[in-house]
């Protein structure tokens, strides 16, 4: 056995033990997101159909006076005449990334919003007539939610574990959550191996083992090539002993 064959061989064994049940896990992950629908995942048959309503921009408040009635911290980043909960109002972003909702006409400020409100936003984002399970609130985000600030977690007894996010300061519906998407998200995390944050594709760890990974593969293809070879060899050498 030559000093070559020796070596490619121990690499190949030794990477194949390090990375091989991370193929494994690559290739699980990349069937399972194979097979689920991204949008059963995100729960896109659960949402209710946005009607587009045209805002009546007569006797609305200024942008300046919608300004002045949010007073928003860090100044002004952007505001927005949008229509929500049936109504028009001034979104008023700031520069942390903050916003607030001022009622275009009468200047009243309506964010943070309360739970009965968050409730209500909840079941006119979800297509049908649910039951709610719970209702929690969050200070600091979860490890399912991923989105800065506060939230509203309004959970319905569905059959799918859906989940409705609610921010409190913009009183926007920010997520949606189901038991598909925690499937999902599982395997995704195994797939990039970001187990904290799951949402680096880039980090060390995976790169280190797409590496080995790449070894590993390219060692099996110098043994195959050898391998090969050698049965080319033998099976000349068994016909030149034939002819004789």
Same mark, same amino acid.
């Given at each position: =056995? ?83 909960? %049936? ?17 275009? =006409? ?31 609130? *969050? ?9 800065? %600030? ?5 959970? *319905? ?28 998200? *599982? *395997? ?39 391998? =090969? ?16």
């Amino acid at each position: =056995m030559t000093s070559l064959l020796r070596w490619t061989i121990r690499v190949h064994k030794w990477l194949a033990l390090i990375v091989g049940i991370q193929i494994i896990l690559w290739v699980t992950g990349g069937v399972v997101m194979s097979v689920i629908p991204i949008e059963t995942v995100r729960g896109e048959h659960n949402i209710a159909e946005v009607i587009p309503v045209e805002l009546d921009t007569e006797n609305l408040l200024s942008v300046d006076e919608a300004v002045d009635a949010a007073s928003p911290s860090s100044g002004l980043s952007e505001a927005r005449l949008q229509h929500w909960h %049936g109504q028009a109002v001034w979104n008023v972003i700031a520069r942390n990334e903050t916003s607030q909702l001022v009622d275009a =006409m009468t200047g009243e400020l309506l964010t943070p919003i309360s739970r009965e409100r968050a409730i209500e936003l909840a079941l006119a984002d979800y297509a049908g007539e649910p039951e709610i399970a719970s209702v929690e609130y *969050f200070e600091e985000p979860t490890w399912e939610y991923r989105r800065t %600030g506060p939230a509203w977690r309004i959970s *319905f007894a569905d059959g799918e574990g859906t989940r409705v996010y609610v921010s409190p300061e913009s009183g926007l519906v920010t997520a949606h959550r189901n038991d598909a998407w925690r499937l999902y998200d *599982f *395997f995704w995390m195994l797939h990039i191996m970001d187990y904290q944050e799951r949402e680096n594709f880039n980090n060390p760890l995976v790169i280190t083992a797409a590496l080995f990974a790449l070894v590993t593969v390219l060692a099996g293809l110098v043994l195959l090539v050898i391998r =090969m070879q050698r049965l080319l060899r033998m099976a000349l050498a068994q016909r030149s002993i034939s002819r004789d």
